[in-house]
């Protein structure tokens, strides 16, 4: 008997780290992990001792005897993995450490509170001569997980537990909400308060198709709309009409399957809308949204998938298009709420007289009352702060900021998460990213290159 991961898995890798025989992979360390769909335990190494499922901070770790039907088939999907692959079980050791502590004590600003900025503080709290205070632009923290994860994910947005520190790490970091930097406070402030800076400030900007009529009315972007269903502070008050029968989403990574399953399953005030379509320009086989987000679509009572067989043929066998021509083949249920996955489409404009009526494509006409822009986030520049207008993340090498000029880095500021990297990955991937920065960040330390006090 072997312990499954399913679908929650949010690639955090603390059950790596935990686990004593090196039966979980991809690990950080192995080249496919920053694109890995979900992380998988060999069934044939595992020896159920557990250890990964205490470990997993969103609770996706279970053993096979104790799946619930709708994660039967991750005991498929773990074991799949392995296929072809081979493995030698491995006794993971810790080297010894070298510890900041109140002789070379430091003092860290970090710009965010989502997961990037969390992780960060996680790692440098582990160091007793660490103290890190945060600044967060809104009144609560946690963005991406309280904004970005939809509402009917409790489990992913559990991971803010281990956020919580202990009485001694506690008295060590400082939390500053309402204060925006840029505004409220100046990069120069905190390079001269602070032996080193943390930019996490994130990338929520939605990306908008630069096409005809993208600026009508009920034409938006999924940030918008993610925020607005999860009462984000600037989007609460969006001018959003749910009334219409229809909606389009055009890009079909995971957060576009999220806000199809979220318009159609989850109370949205009065919302009539009982058909969306997601619209990707590509076929299936380069389809963005991963197996265990569609494979969970299939498990909702009510809810239809619809895939039209003539846009697989000629598709590759792996698992997701396996699972996209069971779905096509599936009879839809009458009465049932639906969504369409149509691929090969690209919109080429979006129509109405003021409002959103439809969206043009290359093939054809789509009907819609809503469109909404899910082709992908953007960061934003903060005054003083280096910044790549083209990717719209902060320029770095391993979370050194650099002068964009001289490609040099800049003394004690820093950066993580999806201003660092784009918009990539999942919540999990933090942490990874969070380690690399924290480990430049403890390079220079050692090396003389950061002040040992603080200059207030």
Known sequence: MAYVITQNCCNDAACVAAC???????????????????????????????????????????????????????????????????????????????????????????????????????????????????????????????????????????????????????????????????????????????????????????????????????????????????????????????????????????????MARILLTYPLGDSTISEVEIVARRGPENAAFTTPELLALTHIPGLDVIVDPADLTGSPGDRKMQLLRTIAETVPTPGSRRIILRFNATPTEILGGGHVEGVRTSAGILDANLVIHAVGFHGRAIPGVPFDNERHVIPNIAGRVVDPLTGEPLPAVYTVGWIKRGPSGVIGTNRTCAQETVGSLLADQRAGALATLVRR
């Open 20 to 258: 004593p025989v090196g039966c979980i992979h991809p690990t950080p360390d192995e080249p496919g992990f920053a694109t890995a769909e979900m992380l998988y335990i060999d069934p044939k190494t595992c020896i159920d001792c557990g250890a990964c499922a205490d470990a997993c901070p969103v609770d996706a770790i279970f053993p096979e005897k104790s799946l619930k039907p709708e994660h039967a088939a991750y005991t498929e999907l773990n074991s799949e993995y392995y296929a072809g692959r081979t493995f030698s079980p491995t006794f993971p050791t810790k080297a010894v450490e070298r510890l900041v502590t109140s002789d070379n004590a430091l003092t860290v600003a970090i710009v965010g509170s989502g997961p990037a900025g969390m992780y960060t503080a996680k790692e440098l709290l582990r160091h007793p001569g660490i103290r890190v205070e945060m600044f967060e632009r809104l009144n609560l923290p946690h963005g991406l997980i309280r904004y970005g994860v939809a509402p009917d994910h409790p489990a992913t947005k559990s991971v803010v537990r281990q956020f919580r520190w202990s009485p001694e790490k506690e008295r060590r970091f400082r939390l500053n909400v309402n204060t925006e930097v840029g505004k409220d406070v100046s990069h120069d402030e905190l390079v001269d308060r602070f032996n080193a800076v943390i930019y996490a400030h994130g990338a929520f900007g939605s990306r908008r198709l630069d096409i005809p009529g993208a600026e009508l009315e009920n034409s938006i972007g999924a940030g918008e709309f993610v925020g607005w269903y999860n009462d984000h502070p600037d989007y609460r008050a969006a001018p959003i009409s749910l009334s219409g029968k229809r909606a389009v989403i055009i890009g079909n990574g995971n957060v576009a399957l999220d």
